[in-house]
Each structure stands twice: as C-alpha cells, then as structure tokens.
Nanobody
Framework: QVRLEESGGGLRQAGGSSSLSCVAS????????MAWWRQAPGKERDFVAG????????YYGNSVKGRFSVSRGNSKNELSLQMNNLRPEDTAVYFC???????????????????WGQGTQVTVPS
C-alpha cells in the first residue's frame, strides 16, 4: 500500500518562510511526477508546484512563482516545498501527490493523480 505523508505545516507569519516535506512509502515513485497541491476552504484543489521524474524540470502555479521552490530528494520518494514571502492567501491544506500520467499537461490535473497524502495545514494570518 502506497502512503504519502506530509509534514511541516503550521501557523506562519506573513512575509515569513516555511518548508513542507512529503515522504512516500510502499512503492518506488522514481518514475512518478510528484507535486504539491493546496486547497483553501470552499475552493478547489489547486496545483502549487511539481517536478518531473526524468530531468527534474519544475513547474509552478502562477500565484507562487518566484516565492516557492520544489525539490526532490535523492531517494525520489521524498518531496519538499520551500515557501518564502508567505501571504495570507497561501493559507490552505497542502497535499502531496504522485502521478504516472505526466505526459503533456496531465500533471496539472488532479484527477490524473494516483496517490495523495492526507494533507498538512498552513495558516498565514493577515
């Protein structure tokens, strides 16, 4: 059974920094595209950042470009998200996800993801 476990969420100050981690177990995900998504109350789950399994190319949602950075550990089953210059609108539950279907732009569609973590809450008060 594949399990993705996120950690690192919490209450953060606007303008501050934080990092999230995701560790996968139960399967080798080295061929999977891994990504961070987030969901604020009453809103859809949005793509935040992701990384290709092949050459490490990264992709970012428009609202986090230049502020967030995604990386993958040497084991390929670890995913991190460095968040800088946090804003109140970054408040959400952050999910780690993995998909084999990363051809074209399917990595940007949540319904193509095979595995999800339970999520970790990040709160940035205004």
């Amino acid at each position: 059974q594949v399990r993705l476990e996120e950690s690192g969420g919490g209450l953060r100050q606007a303008g501050g920094s934080s990092s999230l981690s995701c560790v996968a177990s139960g399967r080798d995900l080295s061929s999977y595209f891994m990504a961070w998504w987030r969901q604020a109350p009453g809103k859809e789950r949005d793509f935040v950042a992701g990384i290709l399994p092949t050459d490490g190319t990264t992709y970012y949602g428009n609202s986090v470009k230049g502020r967030f950075s995604v990386s993958r550990g040497n084991s390929k089953n670890e995913l991190s998200l460095q968040m800088n210059n946090l804003r109140p609108e970054d408040t959400a539950v952050y999910f780690c996800g993995a998909t084999r279907a990363w051809y074209g732009d399917t990595w940007s569609k949540s319904n193509y993801y095979d595995f999800w973590g339970q999520g970790t809450q990040v709160t940035v008060p205004s």
